[in-house]
């Protein structure tokens, strides 16, 4: 996936796709409807969104709302074949955008699109003001095909990232994922921690989990792709998510123990999905309390896993 950033000088070669527009947090089923729409046999699929998002960018303050940071939708996109990805800088200039002037000036005489798909609740341009309607508008007058995507809706309510957030909240991942439409994952490098796991003989992969949308502290079977370096490849294993009580005050992070894996992860870039919630966060009174309860957390998600495929049921190809 060929990935560029802003929509001035862009190479003449990747003007002309067939692009899906919008935020697209999470990568969720809903959003999924709207990619599909974009897929033509004539031009390349692509992607046009946001960094940061534009909550980010007017609320910077708001506690962390992501289901994705970027890395993980850049991946998310590429597993769905999307091959152009155009991201564009939301910042004071693209705010004060007209929406007229963001179709004229982004969307044609920038990234030169042939065709664009947005969700029937779309809106863009200087304070939301423009609608998916006034959008076709545009690109009738502008040269450029529009589709208008209907929102998707399940059988007990609307796909969105919101239902999103309170599943992972509850400690729900399965729920989250069947809306998702894949797992929940997290992406990211593997930190330099205090090495405590090794110690204990669970030698851990720590990563950042800073301006997401945290699901429910406690403990997961997950599954991970171990995305570059030497060791890259598909593990089971158990993860941490909270603050590690423990040990005193600490920020959220994620802790992930491979099964069956020797080697070395620092600095390589690692997805974990989250396939069960075993149990909440607790702190112990002892080592060897905490020793015995992570040996019967292992055996657990191996259990869990085992039943569990590459893919989540009925999702298969959107691991």
Request: glycine fraction near 12%; proline fraction near 5%.
């Amino acid at each position: 996936m060929e990935q560029v950033t802003g929509w001035k000088d862009i190479d003449p070669a990747l003007r002309g796709a067939s692009v899906a527009l919008g935020n697209f947090d999470g990568v969720h089923l809903g959003h999924r409807s709207v990619i599909d729409r974009a897929r033509r046999a004539d031009a390349p699929l692509g992607i046009v969104t946001f960094e940061p998002h534009p909550r980010e960018f007017f609320a910077p303050d708001a506690p962390p709302f992501r289901l994705m940071g970027a890395e993980t939708r850049a991946n998310r996109l590429a597993r769905l074949g999307v091959e152009r990805l155009f991201t564009l800088p939301f910042n004071a200039e693209l705010s004060r955008l007209s929406a007229r002037d963001f179709a004229a000036q982004v969307l044609r005489d920038g990234l030169g699109i042939a065709h664009v798909v947005v969700g029937a609740d779309f809106c863009f341009g200087k304070g939301r003001a423009g609608t998916a309607a006034m959008l076709a508008d545009f690109g009738a007058e502008m040269g450029f095909d529009v589709t208008i995507a209907p929102l998707l809706t399940a059988a007990d309510g609307a796909v969105s990232s919101t239902a999103i957030r309170q599943a992972l909240s509850a400690g729900q991942p399965g729920e989250a994922a069947r809306m998702l439409g894949h797992w929940h994952r997290i992406d990211g490098p593997v930190l330099h921690g205090e090495k405590r796991g090794r110690g204990l003989g669970y030698p851990t992969a720590n990563m950042s989990v800073d301006g997401l949308h945290l699901p429910r502290f406690g403990v997961y079977a997950v599954k991970v792709d171990v995305l570059t370096g030497p060791h890259a490849g598909s593990h089971d294993g158990v993860a941490s998510l909270g603050i590690r009580p423990m040990f005193g005050e600490n920020l959220p992070n994620l802790e992930t123990f491979l099964f069956d894996f020797d080697g070395d992860l620092y600095d390589a870039h690692l997805s974990v999905a989250l396939v069960a919630f075993l149990r909440g966060e607790e702190a112990f009174d002892s080592v060897e309390a905490l020793v015995t309860q992570m040996d019967a957390d292992s055996a657990r998600a191996r259990d869990v896993l085992a039943g569990v495929g590459a893919y989540a049921p009925g999702m298969e190809g959107a691991r």
